[in-house]
């Protein structure tokens, strides 16, 4: 597995990383295997897996051992991550810093681990680091306690050890606003995306235990305010209450951009706060703000951060400006754009959410249905079930396989078709009760209206104009219909041949 993390770990540096790498190897002499090994997968983009690397290096290194040599690498790329952090980010700087006062501790040199115990409460408050400003509060007790209490009265110590007391409360209010906002994502990815009020009522446990905690809680720090808007705002985004979403994301967006010394080091929250907003602003058709956040989600494509990091804000965007095209039926632009991506960005990359990879696939695949090329078409829809471990309660993923349907249809592909419907019909995301918009759609696909007269089609169009008004209504039918407007396309089967 050695050969396998190293590939994955170089893949994920970025430039300034790997040249610092390479500068710290200079310092040591002798035969540098691990260093052929770094740049052979560097430099090659073929190799992606640990047999394609083991074959290439025997041939440059056939007395030496991979796998040895894969390891010593591995500790290597770390050491040399790690020491890049520490001047670049505080929770490094800090757990550095811990390190170097137990040393000081250790040889009982206690001034100069005083004085450093001091520096990092500085940068643990201003990073509001609650776990880190415990154990150095802590650290000072101890100090303290060793020292007899020199110089220190009976208050300053009770005021030491109530400041202790309130930020473990702190700590474990934190901690609660973390657990419920985990068993969140926990049930929307295992359950799949409330489709009824009824599913929405699984999830008033966590929503009144949210409030209160919010009413309970004794600081509005930075971590608790964003964890509560992050919560709301993915609860409002799963109930399809996107309005009520897109303000809550707001919100989280304007605390990020007060705080950007508080942000994490790549800023995933920061990224996934604009990634909520575009998704919200697509589905409530306000197309015309999206540039504005694409803007914002380009800045941080920066050398500083990860390329793993770097390749999700680019996918973002690519998504973003492919949507975008879509919307306004500029296809053959769309089209065009799709051939200028790099090849690197139509892969599936390690690290990069599988959701943005299955949404990238979608969107290529609807630019090229679009333009009724439906091999090409067919080409990306089918990489939507091939990213990673398929999730068949994906929206995307469902939006990816109906849209299929939807081509084999145009296609004339009856056959294929019915063992697709099957399929669908079978999978694990099915087990709940079907949305209306996919049962109406099979309803269609089995009613075949490119076979029947005019006026059956007219019948069965004012059969089903409830359902279809039903749906365009429903604020949980628009998650699945914000990627693709199966109603509409009912309606044009339909009414084709009755105009």
């Known amino acids: 597995m050695s050969q396998l993390d190293v590939i994955k770990l170089i893949k994920s540096m970025s430039k300034v990383e790997k040249r610092k790498f390479k500068l710290s190897t200079k310092k040591q002499a002798g035969n540098k295997d691990y260093l052929l090994l770094f740049d052979l997968i ?32 591995l500790n290597m790329l770390t050491d040399s991550l790690i020491q890049s952090k520490i001047k670049e980010d505080n929770l490094f700087r800090l757990f550095h810093g811990m390190l170097k006062v137990k040393i000081l501790h250790e040889r009982s040199l206690n001034e100069e681990g005083i004085k450093e115990l001091k520096k990092l409460h500085q940068v643990a408050v201003k990073s509001q680091n609650q776990l880190m400003e415990y154990f150095i509060s802590r650290q000072e007790l101890n100090y303290a ?6 110089g220190l009265t009976e208050k300053d110590l009770i005021q030491k050890q109530v400041k202790a007391r309130e930020i473990l409360k702190d700590m474990l209010n934190t901690q609660e606003h973390y657990s419920l906002h985990e068993i969140l994502k926990y049930r929307l990815i295992y ?29 509005n720090n930075y971590e608790s305010k964003k964890l509560h808007l992050l919560f709301q705002s993915f609860f409002f985004m799963d109930c399809g209450d996107y309005k009520s979403a897109l303000k809550t994301f707001h919100e989280l967006n304007k605390l990020f951009e007060q705080n950007t010394d508080l942000w994490n080091s790549p800023p995933d929250d920061y990224l996934s706060s604009l990634e909520g907003i575009m998704d919200s602003l697509k589905t409530i058709k306000r197309d015309d703000e999206m540039p504005f956040y694409i803007e914002k989600t380009a800045s941080l494509d920066i050398p500083v951060y990860p390329e793993f990091f770097r390749l999700q804000v680019r996918k973002t965007i690519l998504i973003s400006k492919l949507y975008l095209l879509i919307a306004a039926n500029h296809n053959v632009e769309a089209v065009n754009f799709i051939k200028t991506i790099e090849p690197s960005l139509l892969r599936v990359n390690n690290g ?138 009912i309606r044009t089967k339909l009414k084709v041949k009755i105009k």
Do not use: H
């Not at 306690?145 to 020199?150: D, H, I």
């Not at 090229?368 to 990213?387: C, G, I, P, T």
């Open 191 to 219: 359950t799949g995306k409330i489709s009824s009020e009824e599913n929405k009522k699984r999830l008033n446990d966590l929503v009144l235990n949210e409030l209160g905690l919010i009413t309970g809680r004794n600081k």
């Open 145 to 150: 306690s060793e020292l007899n209490f020199k």
């Open 42 to 73: 560097d430099r090659n983009n073929t190799i992606a897996s640990p047999s394609s690397l083991k074959e290439k290096y025997n041939k440059m290194q056939p007395l030496s051992s991979i796998d040895n040599t894969a390891r010593y690498l």
């Open 352 to 489: 990069i959410n599988d959701e943005k990879q299955m949404e990238l696939f979608f969107y290529c695949g609807l630019c090229y249905y679009k333009m009724e090329k439906f091999k090409s078409a067919n080409r990306y829809l089918n990489e939507v079930v091939l990213v990673g471990k398929i999730n068949f309660r994906s929206v995307v993923c469902k939006a990816s396989r109906l849209l299929a349907m939807v081509i084999q249809y145009e296609d004339n592909n009856l056959e294929y078709l019915q063992y697709a419907v099957r399929s669908y019909k079978r999978s694990p995301n099915n087990k709940e009760k079907l949305l209306k918009t996919e049962i109406i759609f099979f309803k269609i696909l089995k009613f075949n209206p490119d076979k029947n007269s005019n006026i059956k089609n007219e019948i069965m169009w004012n059969r089903i104009l409830p359902i279809i008004s039903a749906i365009e209504k429903s604020k949980f039918e628009m998650q699945l219909t914000k990627y693709f407007d199966f109603t509409g396309w």
